[in-house]
Each structure stands twice: as C-alpha cells, then as structure tokens.
C-alpha cells in the first residue's frame, strides 16, 4: 500500500496540475494523513518545478492551496502553526497556559480574550517590540 506522503511525490514528480494537487493536499492536511513537517521538507523540494522562488515548501503549500481554491478552507492555520502543533514543547506550553487559564474568572477571561483578539487584529499597534522590528 501506498503511504499518501509517497502519493504526494509521486504527484508533484509528474507536475500534476497545482489545482488538482492543493486539492489533494488540502484534503490530506485536513484529514491529518500526513505530518506537516515533513510535507514541507517534501515540497521544498519541487517548489522550483512549480515556480516557487520564496519560501521553500510552505511557499508552495500556500500557492497550491490558492490554485485549488482551498487555501481559505485551510481554516486560517499554517502549516507551520500545525507542525508547531504537534512538537513536545508546544504541547507542554498549551497546557501550562491552559492551566494559567483554569484559575481565572470569567471577567478576567473576556479581559484577555479582547487583549488577544486585538493583537491578531493589529499585531503591531499592541505590541510596541513588533512595530520597531519591522
């Protein structure tokens, strides 16, 4: 049987249409068939083929995902926020901060949830570091 990283290059060896591949790549990063790491490691390596100068395998991740039409559906995650996912020290900061979280009250919880929601709104107006780093 056929692993579906190994379906993967297969396709992306024989330059398959980039809609019908985001496609399959989408599907499989939904499903979570393929670990997102070496995915990357994957496409990185037919990025060129495709006509991907920047950005390696997630460059050609997100260019495949739009040609398929897919990369909205992609549930505003990155691949790399997925594969981060997924690593021994990512696990182990989401659950000291849930723990963080278990202790506060819910007056405290919406003050944070609107701190939080206006960093991904304005990342640079609410963190001064991020503005002197641009």
Do not use: W
């Not at 591949?21 to 495709?50: E, H, K, T, W």
């Not at 990369?71 to 901060?97: C, L, N």
């Amino acid at each position: 049987m056929t692993t579906v990283e190994r379906t993967i290059r297969d396709l992306l060896a024989g330059q398959v249409d980039g809609g019908h591949l985001g496609g399959v790549l989408n599907d499989a990063l939904r499903r979570q068939l393929v670990d997102v790491q070496r995915l990357l490691v994957i496409l990185a390596d037919y990025a060129p083929a495709y006509g991907v100068a920047e950005n390696g395998g997630l460059g050609l991740l997100r260019h495949l995902l739009h040609q398929a039409g897919a990369d909205a559906a992609f549930d505003g995650r990155s691949a790399v926020t997925m594969a981060a996912e997924s690593s021994p020290e990512a696990t182990a900061t989401v659950h000291a901060i849930a723990a963080q979280l278990a202790g506060l009250d819910m007056p405290q919880l919406k003050k944070l949830q609107a701190a939080v929601n206006a960093a991904i709104d304005e990342p640079g107006k609410n963190n001064p570091r991020l503005e002197t780093e641009q």
